[in-house]
């Protein structure tokens, strides 16, 4: 069993930064992936990053990118993302997810491609 656990969010203004973590517990799958999405009040889940647990391959949601870095530690198990530049429309629930295994090439960007989720953090950047 996995157990994922987010930490790092809060409010903040627009244009500041929060990095936001993400702790896996349990069983981990070295040979797999983690991702970020997030989910807005009235609006869908929405894949914002993605990267491999074995190597540096990344993905980002176009609408984040220059802005959110995404990066892992295979040590101490944990999934980071940090935000800069936050706007309101950054505003949401922000989850972490894994996948068990990855298929070198591929990125996953649906909230299907992943086994695991945690519970949230949120996220809220005033104007």
């Known amino acids: 069993q996995v157990q994922l656990v987010e930490s790092g969010g809060g409010l903040v203004q627009a244009g500041g930064s929060l990095r936001l973590s993400c702790t896996a517990s349990?069983?981990?799958?070295?040979?797999?992936?983690m991702g970020w999405f997030r989910q807005a009040p009235g609006k869908d889940r929405e894949f914002v990053a993605m990267?491999?647990?074995?190597?540096?391959?990344?993905r980002y949601v176009d609408s984040v990118k220059g802005r959110f870095t995404i990066s892992r530690d295979t040590a101490k198990n944990t999934v980071d993302l940090q935000m800069n530049s936050l706007k309101p429309e950054d505003t949401a629930v922000y989850y972490c997810?894994?996948?068990?295994?990855?298929?070198?090439?591929?990125?996953?960007?649906?909230?299907?491609?992943?086994?695991?989720w945690g519970q949230g953090t949120q996220v809220t950047v005033s104007s």
């Open positions: 990267i491999v647990w074995s190597g540096s391959s990344t």
């Open positions: 997810a894994a996948r068990r295994h990855y298929i070198g090439g591929a990125y996953y960007t649906r909230g299907t491609d992943y086994d695991y």
């Open positions: 349990g069983r981990t799958f070295p040979g797999g992936a």
